[in-house]
């Protein structure tokens, strides 16, 4: 940023004021932005480890699948189901259970288990569970983890270098560094109502679909707007950029969820598997867009302003164009892996 600015200035003067462009002096701000920004998420954390109530033991009293399995337990005894405590609260006496006949009491006995550790049942050592190789060895592992790639890079990529298509390429003021992203994020606020009755009514993959036509639509749009006049309208297009995002960023980690579905004992290695894929990719897309900017931009500051518009519009009309090929791949595909036999 102070490159550009100050590049900017020296040789391609704007009509914004030096007052209104980012300098070495700015340097306190964006520190001390830096350091409230890690203050507010350290309190926000501290907040829900200290006053948000997990959905456990202690607030599950009363509900009838916790009454059901505790007074089983007290029935069966700790020999047939270990628990800590077979106590049965007192609000739980209207919760009946079912028929106790001793020819049922194995059935019983399972009912009871599977309610304490539901894992046991589905999942257990003799059910052949999906392992890593076999993800490995899985082709819609590969195309579910294309179109999260695909999705985590374009927003990762389009909001580190939007800001700089503000100052540089539409010569907005300064303050536009931190309005940019205010609309995108607002935008992905209101767009996850969206995205949830989209994928209630036509599922996630048509979710995906026309998110992804939105963020290339609007994306592309950004390469018109720059100077003049049009500056100031990258905020709207900021604005519905950010539905766009909240659109295939929420359809890909569902359909990563539902790819997973109850192999959930491998579903860390999914899941980490796949933010590895994304952040190596984003890392990689970044270290090459920086170095075919240095060759193509140079020291002409004139020529700053096409490369970021390239940058702003080219990067999510690829990535989102290979994301819908690797949809379309899935189409007749059933995402939920399931267990090997």
């Not at 954390?45 to 089983?72: H, I, M, S, W, Y």
Request: overall charge positive; glycine content about 10%.
């Amino acid at each position: 940023v102070r490159h550009s600015s100050s590049s900017s200035s020296s040789s391609h003067p704007t009509t914004i004021s030096g007052s209104q462009q980012i300098s070495p002096e700015d340097s306190d701000v964006f520190r001390t932005l830096g350091l409230v920004a890690v203050a507010v998420g350290w309190c926000a954390g501290a907040f829900t480890l200290c006053f948000v109530k997990e959905n456990g033991r202690g607030n599950q009293k009363c509900d009838p699948r916790f009454c059901t399995k505790q007074k089983l337990e007290a029935l069966l005894g700790a020999s047939d189901v270990p628990s800590p405590s077979s106590s049965v609260p007192q609000c739980c006496s209207q919760t009946s259970l079912p028929n106790m006949s001793p020819n049922r009491r194995p059935a019983v006995r399972a009912i009871s288990l599977q309610l304490r550790h539901p894992s046991v049942l589905l999942l257990g050592p003799s059910s052949g569970g999906m392992t890593w190789k076999d993800w490995l060895r899985n082709s819609t592992f590969y195309k579910v983890g294309v179109v999260y790639m695909f999705a985590r890079l374009v927003v990762n990529v389009s909001q580190t270098y939007l800001p700089f298509y503000a100052l540089v390429s539409a010569k907005l003021p300064k303050s536009s560094v931190a309005v940019v992203p205010l609309f995108v994020y607002l935008g992905q606020l209101i767009g996850s109502y969206f995205v949830h009755r989209s994928n209630s009514w036509g599922g996630i993959r048509l979710t995906f679909a026309w998110s992804a036509v939105v963020v290339i639509g609007f994306s592309v749009a950004l390469y018109f707007l720059s100077g003049g006049g049009m500056g100031y309208s990258i905020f709207t297009v900021a604005f519905v950029d950010g539905i766009g995002f909240a659109g295939v960023l929420i359809s890909a980690m569902a359909m990563e969820s539902d790819m997973i579905g109850s192999n959930t004992d491998t579903g860390a290695f999914v899941y980490g598997a796949l933010s590895l894929l994304d952040k190596l990719s984003s890392g990689l897309a970044i270290v090459g867009i920086q170095c075919w900017g240095s060759v193509v931009v140079g020291s002409d500051a004139r020529a700053a302003g096409g490369y970021y518009r390239l940058v702003v519009a080219g990067v999510p009309l690829g990535s989102m164009t290979l994301a819908l090929l690797a949809l379309f791949s899935l189409q007749g595909t059933e995402l939920r892996v399931q267990a090997k036999k």
